[in-house]
């Protein structure tokens, strides 16, 4: 018998020696910070997986740079960047008898200097909206979620950055 209250499309999933029971939020972001995609997945579905359906509902052009984090470095998320003609910047992962190289610690310091900007979009969502809480039963309603806000990011956040670029470009102020 199923309990109305009771979501089950959603997952667990054991995170640091603490079970954790709903959704996953997948994100692309620009330079800024601002949202290009989301895709929602049960917690328990690996992110590793999840590179393709998120690309795709960004939209992105060619010879854009991917910045991601070592959970989602393998061979096919590679092998589809390359073939989408985006720029893999995804932090190189050591694996079992293998360490990695000066260059490979180099370029994961580049990487990791630019990522802070998504950690802050998700950060940003978290205190301004209460994010990182599922309000819905179902994962479509918990995507329209995510994608709410999304959007409520980007009005919150154009203003400034609007006034940033105006500011330092101050030959967009002549009318």
Known sequence: KKQKHIDGEARWVKKNGRLRYGYKKHVV???EGLVLGV???ATNVHKISNLEEV??????PKGCKINADKGD???KNDDLLMTKGLKNHI???AFK???LTEMEIKLNKIVSKTRYKIERTFGGMVVW???????YVGL???NSQHLIEAIAFHLYRSPKMMMQQLQNNPQLLVK
Do not use: I
């Open 55 to 60: 690309l795709e509902k960004a939209s992105l």
């Open 29 to 31: 972001t620009t330079d």
């Open 129 to 135: 909206f209460g994010a990182g809480k599922a309000r």
């Open 140 to 142: 479509a309603k918990t």
């Open 97 to 99: 008898n293998k360490v």
């Open 39 to 41: 895709h929602t997945t």
């Open 91 to 93: 932090m190189k992962k």
């Open 73 to 75: 470095k393998s061979k």
